[in-house]
């Protein structure tokens, strides 16, 4: 019996912190699909009307570890045609050049609520090569253009 337990134990303290760390990885899905929604959204929105759409960070406050509700209809992102399904554990935002011939989509999170915030961006550059600034925390300069990724806040915070 003793032997049982000590083998359950030493299988719990294996196998708990890769099921977290599993969790977190499958919460941070959540960014890549959803930015890369608001990425069709935009270039259709471009396509039909000229020019990319700026949009407020929804929602307004980073997520912690708790999923928060995404309140599309009041927002930007209605008019972009977006809405997750359900509650998020991001806030985007969507940030377009002056001109309107580029942008960037953002989001962050602190899914483990460790005060640590990662950021997942997507950028596409104007007419002149430049790249707008993220709405949510995103540095773009540390992203590849029009691919979506991770990037690293200004501040120095690390990314998941």
């Known amino acids: 019996m003793v032997i049982a337990a000590l083998i359950v134990g030493i299988l719990a303290t294996i196998a708990i912190p890769h099921f977290l760390a599993y969790q ?10 959803n930015l890369a929604a608001i990425r069709v ?14 949009i407020a960070p929804e929602p307004v406050a980073i997520p912690g570890a708790q999923a928060a509700t995404f309140e599309s209809l009041d927002s930007g992102f209605a008019e972009l045609g977006f809405a997750p399904e359900g509650s998020v554990y991001f806030s985007y935002g969507v940030l377009a050049s002056d001109d309107g011939s580029g942008y960037s989509a953002d989001a962050g999170a602190d899914i483990d609520a460790d005060g640590v915030v990662q950021f997942w961006g997507y950028t596409r550059p104007d007419g002149s090569g430049a790249l707008p600034a993220g709405q949510v925390g995103c540095d773009v300069t540390a992203l590849a253009p029009m691919v979506v990724g991770p990037c690293h806040p200004s501040a120095g915070r690390s990314v998941f």
């Open 24 to 33: 977190l990885r499958s919460k941070s899905a959540e960014a890549k699909t």
């Open 41 to 54: 959204a935009e270039q259709a929105h471009f396509t039909e009307f000229g020019a990319y759409l700026t």
